[in-house]
């Protein structure tokens, strides 16, 4: 079965940081492209981030670009987005999917504030 | 950032269809192919539809996908109260370089 677990939310300060991990099982994070979607609570899905199956190749909108970083470790098979310079409108809740979300994780809480 | 088009809400009563459109653009819907995802009250989205038309297995068939030209419907039929979600429409955007969803459409079965 086909599982995506994120961690590593919570609580940061305007300006800090935080690591999203992304854990796969059921299927190998090397052979898919991967993406991170949030939404903020009560609104709709946004994009965040896409990368490649080689890892060579990644995207991200422009409301994170130049802050947040995606990566992949492929022997722990999991997914990662540092997220640096963390503002107020960041606050949502973050997914990690595999494919065009063809799979999606539970979804993991972050919250921007002083 | 730029999202697909849909209707805010739809509403019918149990046992009747209902159709959800999504609207996009030649960058997005007219080039690449559509997904559908359905997120329950408290949960995360899930795969409803792929690749305009195609089924997940577990998904039944009263939920199909279909698309024409820079437009995509969702079309759900034998409505139950169990369907009332809020329902997106997903597809890469070849300018974006990335994934666009639709705004949502919050089904209410009657």
């Known amino acids: 079965e086909v599982q995506l677990v994120e961690s590593g939310g919570g609580l940061v300060q305007p300006g800090g940081s935080l690591r999203l991990s992304c854990a796969a099982s059921?299927?190998?994070?090397?052979?898919?492209?991967m993406n991170w979607a949030r939404q903020t609570p009560g609104k709709g899905l946004e994009w965040i981030s896409y990368i490649s199956v080689s890892g060579t190749t990644r995207y991200y909108a422009d409301s994170v670009k130049g802050r947040f970083t995606i990566s992949r470790d492929n022997a722990k098979n999991s997914l990662y987005l540092q997220m640096n310079s963390l503002r107020a409108e960041d606050t949502a809740i973050y997914y990690c999917?595999?494919?065009?979300?063809?799979?999606w994780g539970q979804g993991i809480l972050v919250t921007v504030s002083s | 950032q730029s999202v697909l088009t849909q209707p805010p809400s739809v509403s019918a009563a149990p046992g009747q269809k209902v159709t959800i459109f999504c609207s996009g653009s030649?960058?997005?819907?007219?080039?690449?192919?559509v997904s559908w995802y359905q997120q329950l009250p408290g949960t995360a989205p899930k795969l409803l539809t792929y690749?305009?038309?195609k089924r997940p297995s577990g998904i039944p068939d009263r939920f199909s996908g279909s698309k024409s030209g820079t437009s995509a419907a969702l079309d759900i039929t034998g409505l139950q109260t169990g369907d009332e979600a809020d329902y997106y429409c997903?597809?890469?955007?070849?300018?974006?370089?990335?994934?666009?969803f639709g705004g949502g459409t919050k089904l209410t079965v009657l």
């Open positions: 997903g597809a890469w955007d070849n300018s974006l370089r990335g994934v666009i």
């Open positions: 690749e305009n038309n």
């Open positions: 999917g595999r494919n065009l979300f063809d799979s």
């Open positions: 030649s960058s997005n819907i007219g080039k690449n192919p």
């Open positions: 059921g299927f190998t994070v090397s052979q898919y492209e």
